[in-house]
């Protein structure tokens, strides 16, 4: 590293800086990660998210050190349908696993040696009965014990301790009104909590990049749907096939983004979390809402959406004839079968550079960040494209585009195309931002 490319990076992490300040993310660790060399950085990192301002719940496994405990008491151990077979006999090896666990996350999270990363942090960790659980029950004959599944969780209790600034730390156990305690699986417990909690983002540790291809690709992003349809067709197999049904479960409910990274590469947390393009493998929902391309039979929802601001001057005029010749430009926000946002890209390739045009957001929706979900996806095509700049005409909303890294210009640096058609009358103001 060059001795300012720290500076350069650490700038450019600000807007995600900003972004997840105050916003809850929920962690889930397999009990392979924790075993793993490269968990100390791990732990470095919740630090510094947790100074940052982020509100952290770490959901973690202890399948490994259940399974050595059982070993070493010469107790064999059975699965079905990837889930241990948790005999009444058992259950106190399992709790003795996990709760060691759980007291060295606690020892490991209060570090806070001088030159180390941890110096200073004082990090407050807090755990409890904040899982009720069920039994699992008999499956295909099978009597599955004290291993259960999630039934609720007490989000006012969790709430209350993530405002006060801790850190959750949930264990893969949960408990009924019984009294019974039972086995859980971690995936589980950090998709229902995120669920249950609607939190920013829901992050699943793995020993690959991500999810990969056959070829060993990693696969960068899937919509929930398109994560169902591989879970279905048998794509994902074994362990991965159960986080990334955990990570469609979460999104499904309400998750805005789930991301499954890598516990083995030195960084892959902070990577996906402040930059870009992230390190992992990235799940959104989209049965609720989703920003896509427009079809033609959004033209009807985008007419309604742009007609009031046609109407007030901030956008052309656009006819239902010229919708539907340049629908393939657009792309839409819809929000439960409803367009609540819209923009359209025209490519100059041999300026390399584009318009971002027709940009609406529904009253309702403007301060829901909608308009800079549209922006990140226009710039992607336009990046698709080889677009290098792109720039807008605008008459009322400079700063908005200034404020999301647009540049003042001069109309005579339009593409000449675009100068030729210019109307001088309406008198717009140019903006170009560099991708």
């Known amino acids: 590293m060059k001795s300012n490319d720290w500076l350069h990076g650490f700038r450019h992490s ?14 889930t660790i397999p009990g392979d990660a924790i075993e793993h060399g490269n968990f100390i950085n791990i732990i470095h990192d919740i630090a510094l998210l947790s100074s940052l301002g982020v509100k952290l719940v770490v959901a973690f496994g202890a399948r490994p050190q259940i399974q050595a405990r059982l070993d070493g008491a010469g107790v064999e151990s059975s699965f079905s349908r990837g889930l241990r077979i948790t005999a009444e006999q058992h259950l106190p090896m399992v709790m003795e696993a996990v709760g060691g666990l759980r007291a060295y996350l606690e020892s490991r999270l209060s570090m806070g040696l001088v030159n180390s990363p941890m110096h200073n942090a004082r990090i407050r960790v807090s755990s409890g009965n904040y899982v009720a659980a069920r039994p699992v029950g008999v499956l295909d004959g099978i009597d599955f014990g004290h291993t259960g599944k999630v039934r609720r969780i007490d989000v006012a209790g969790i709430e209350k301790l993530l405002e006060l600034g801790h850190i959750v730390l949930l264990p893969p156990l949960g408990y009924s009104p019984t009294g019974d305690a039972f086995n859980l699986s971690y995936e589980d417990v950090g998709s229902q909590v995120a669920a249950a909690l609607q939190a920013e ?33 048998g794509a994902v197999t074994g362990h991965d096939a159960a986080l990334l049904r955990a990570a469609c479960d979460a999104c499904v409910k309400g998750v805005r983004r789930a991301h499954i990274i890598s516990y083995v590469d030195d960084g892959a947390l902070l990577e996906e979390m402040f ?19 427009a079809r033609v039979e959004d033209i009807g929802g985008i007419l309604e959406l742009i007609q009031p601001l046609e109407e007030q001057g901030v956008l052309v005029r656009r006819s239902r004839e010229m919708l539907e010749t340049e629908i393939d430009r657009f792309v839409v926000a819809e929000r439960d079968g409803t367009i609540v946002g819209c923009a359209a890209l025209y490519s100059y390739p041999e300026e390399e550079s584009g318009e971002l045009s027709c940009f609406a957001v529904d009253p309702s929706y403007r301060r829901a960040g909608r308009g800079d979900e549209i922006l990140a996806m226009v710039e992607k095509l336009a990046r698709g494209q080889g677009i290098r700049k792109l720039f807008v005409l605008t008459t009322q909303t400079e700063h908005w585009f200034r404020e999301r890294g647009f540049q003042t210009s001069t109309v005579q640096s339009l593409p000449g195309p675009k100068l030729a058609s210019y109307n001088t009358q309406r008198n717009s103001k140019v903006f170009y931002k560099p991708l």
């Open 201 to 233: 983002k829901l992050l699943v540790f793995i020993d690959d990049q991500g999810l990969l291809e056959e070829d060993g690709s990693l696969i960068r992003e899937l919509s929930a749907r398109q994560a169902s349809d591989r879970l279905a067709a």
């Open 14 to 27: 600000s807007p995600y800086i900003n972004a997840h300040r105050g916003r809850t993310v929920v962690l």
């Open 275 to 293: 930059t870009r393009d992230g390190s992992g493998t990235l799940v959104s929902g989209d049965n609720y809402e989703q920003i896509r391309p």
